[in-house]
């Protein structure tokens, strides 16, 4: 089979579709819809990075307060997550509009949405301007998880928390599991 050269344009896939929760000066909270959610280091110390136009609101936000919240919603809460990336949180507030709940976080000012069935509190180690985004890479400093998506070994259940990604500008579910990876986790 021959290939073909394309734009490379997010060619990177799928990623999580992630609401991801700041907060203003007067602690009023906003929600911004992302694609760009990664993990950076995966241990110690735990740091998930965030990417984010300049010119957004969130962007401001999270860099005024050094923090933000990961929330990661189920594929059920598609048009919830599509219509909070289509208005400003500048001119909504978007957990009246969409019907989102929001729940006091550990150790920082932002909120965690409950209905989302995993949240990563996280405080900014950096930002890094990259391209046409910032890269703000966060320490997390807690992990909340509804309690019917945890496994009895301590982590996420995928097929309980149903997870939504993001992939060639659709939503995706992550599918069926083909089986764990072949090394034994490390802890």
């Given at each position: 089979?021959s290939k073909?050269q394309?734009k490379p344009v ?26 760009e959610?990664?993990n950076?280091s995966i ?14 609101y ?8 050094k923090?933000f ?5 189920t594929?059920?809460m ?14 909504v507030?978007k ?31 950096s930002?890094q301007?990259?391209?046409?985004h ?10 909340h998880v ?5 496994t009895?070994?301590?982590t ?6 149903d ?8 939503y ?9 990876i072949g090394?034994?986790r490390r802890?």
């Open positions: 089979m073909v394309i997010r060619p990177v896939f799928p990623s999580p579709a992630g609401l991801v929760t700041s907060v203003d000066a007067e602690g009023r909270p906003n929600i911004i819809t992302l694609g959610i990664f950076i241990r110690e110390p735990v740091i998930v990075g965030i990417a984010i136009a300049k010119p957004r969130s962007h401001a936000l999270i860099s005024a307060s923090e919240v990961v929330n990661l919603p594929a059920d598609v048009a919830t997550v599509d219509h909070c990336g289509m208005v400003s949180g500048r001119n507030d957990f009246a509009a969409y019907g989102l709940t929001a729940l006091p976080a550990a150790e920082v000012a932002a909120p965690l949405i409950a209905e989302c069935p995993v949240n990563i509190e996280c405080r900014v180690l930002v301007e990259i391209g046409d910032d890269l703000f890479a966060g320490e997390v400093v807690a992990v509804d309690e019917d998506g945890v009895p070994d301590g996420v259940s995928t097929s309980s928390v997870p939504l990604c993001f992939m060639n500008w659709e995706w579910t992550t599918g069926q599991p083909l089986g764990r090394f034994t802890e």
